[in-house]
């Protein structure tokens, strides 16, 4: 394989919407010392930037309210604030996903639809829409919860290579149905998984048919114990439910890999309409419960001793982010801290893994 191939799709990916050098640029417009744009070309991975974008979409807010649950796009004006003289706007159409945000939240997780966006780049067309985390509601809590599910994805890409990437998000939305009325909340967009897959030159599996079995031992665990360690039990690989599957290079015989995403069950984002599945017996989603495969010790002690190396890189992630409030990186980390300090005595740690195990 080339290795130069998935460098190649993921920077093109946002080739003609989103980033930032300076370029060739084209249906250019003078407007109060800004420019306005519609097509740039560039070589940034948006991905690979750390910076949060600064996005503003125009819609009908309650017609979109109101649609949230027929699972058709509606049109929203889209425009990115690259830097202060030089601004993307484009059409595009977005529609709500996500079963429990769409019913609980005033403003839903939603696919933004690139498909139609008049992007003329033959490298885009496996590429029609991409996944955006949303505030769901006006009071500042579910504005920390954004953060700390953010924070989680970013916690497993220190864990594992073969993760989701995300991009933190300074979203304003214009209401047309208010008169234009002006709201801001912070946002992340979740690397589409025909990128993923791409760019770890693995396969997409659409199987519905696959168990705890199908799965990579290895990669299994370590996904598992991630998820006790986020306080995680709102996952499952039969069902498919939060887990992406891929086919990494050599899968065959050798299994799949699962890759974890939608952390807002977690207890490490605590929200406040959370709760366990009843079947678990837990009165909380801080409380932790493993639900991955039984194994010796062995497999669990590697998998154990993984995820130790990698604490003080979570916790300096953590402690560097500025978007969240010195308060609540403290209860963040001091429930991590719980995790790594059983971690720390593995034989307690497997002795709690092997109580509620899968076997």
């Not at 504005?143 to 700390?148: A, H, I």
């Not at 234009?180 to 912070?186: F, K, M, P, S, V």
Request: glycine share 6%; net charge positive.
């Amino acid at each position: 394989m080339d290795d130069t191939k998935p460098i190649r799709f993921a920077s093109r990916l946002m080739l003609m919407l989103f980033l930032i050098l300076p370029v060739p640029l084209f249906a250019q417009e003078e407007a109060r010392g800004v420019r306005m744009v519609d097509t740039i070309d560039t070589s940034i991975d948006i991905f690979e930037e750390t910076t949060p974008m600064h996005i503003t979409l125009t819609l009908d807010v309650k017609r979109y309210q109101r649609e949230k649950f027929k699972g058709e796009y509606m049109p929203v004006h889209f425009l990115y604030e690259i830097n202060d003289t030089l601004h993307l706007e484009k059409d595009m159409r977005l529609k709500a996903r996500g079963k429990f945000r769409r019913s609980h939240c005033s403003l839903a997780p939603f696919w933004l639809n690139i498909r139609k966006a008049d992007v003329m780049n033959k490298n885009l067309q496996d590429i029609k829409r991409i996944k955006i985390v949303t505030h769901c509601n006006g009071s500042r809590a579910y504005d920390v919860y954004v953060l700390k599910e953010f924070l989680a994805y970013k916690i497993y890409n220190i864990l594992s290579p073969v993760s989701f990437r995300v991009r933190l998000i300074r979203m304003t939305y214009v209401d047309t149905g208010r008169k234009n009325r002006r709201t801001e909340g912070w946002a992340f967009m979740i690397e589409p998984e025909e990128m993923l897959a791409e760019r770890l030159g693995s396969v997409a599996i659409k199987n519905d048919k696959l168990v705890l079995a199908s799965m990579r031992p290895a990669d299994m665990d370590l996904v598992a114990l991630f998820q006790y360690m986020i306080g995680n039990a709102d996952y499952s690989v039969a069902e498919r439910h939060n887990l992406k599957i891929l086919g990494m290079p050599g899968f065959g015989a050798e299994g799949f890999t699962p890759v974890p995403y939608d952390f807002d069950y977690t207890g490490i984002v605590d929200a406040q309409y959370a709760v366990p599945g009843e079947n678990l017996g837990i009165s909380s989603v801080r409380d932790r419960y493993f639900l991955g495969p039984c194994r010796g010790d062995e497999a669990f002690t590697a998998a154990i001793e993984h995820i130790n190396g990698k604490r003080e890189d979570i916790f300096r992630l953590i402690n560097n982010f500025e978007h969240l409030e010195h308060k609540n990186k403290r209860v963040l980390i001091s429930y991590l801290e719980e995790y790594f300090s059983l971690s720390s005595r593995p034989v307690l740690l497997i002795k709690d893994l092997k109580k509620t195990c899968r076997k």
